[in-house]
């Protein structure tokens, strides 16, 4: 399997990038790198390896979720830089075109 020059700008595209010809090019020659080492590690013979279950273990380490009181509104609005009675004020993003 290799990847060709149109398989590039359309990933491209689909990411909504866009590359010079020679950056294309790089990349159509280090995608194509990439398999071929991957390929090259199909090669070997696995049968007699256990599959590994994960190298880390499972448990996830978080802390409880318990109810605590919430941050005051003065204490939150504070270091502001712009703020209403009780709320953060930020600028607008929406067009209301």
Known sequence: MSVTRNDVEYIAKL???RFKDEE??????????ILKYVEKLNELNTDQIEPLSHPVD?????????????????NALKNAPSKTEDHFKVPKVINQE
């Open 15 to 17: 990411a909504r990038l």
């Open 58 to 74: 499972g448990a996830e380490h978080l802390r409880g979720d318990d109810p605590k009181p919430s941050v005051e509104i003065e």
């Open 24 to 33: 294309l090019e790089n990349f159509t020659h280090q995608l194509n790198e």
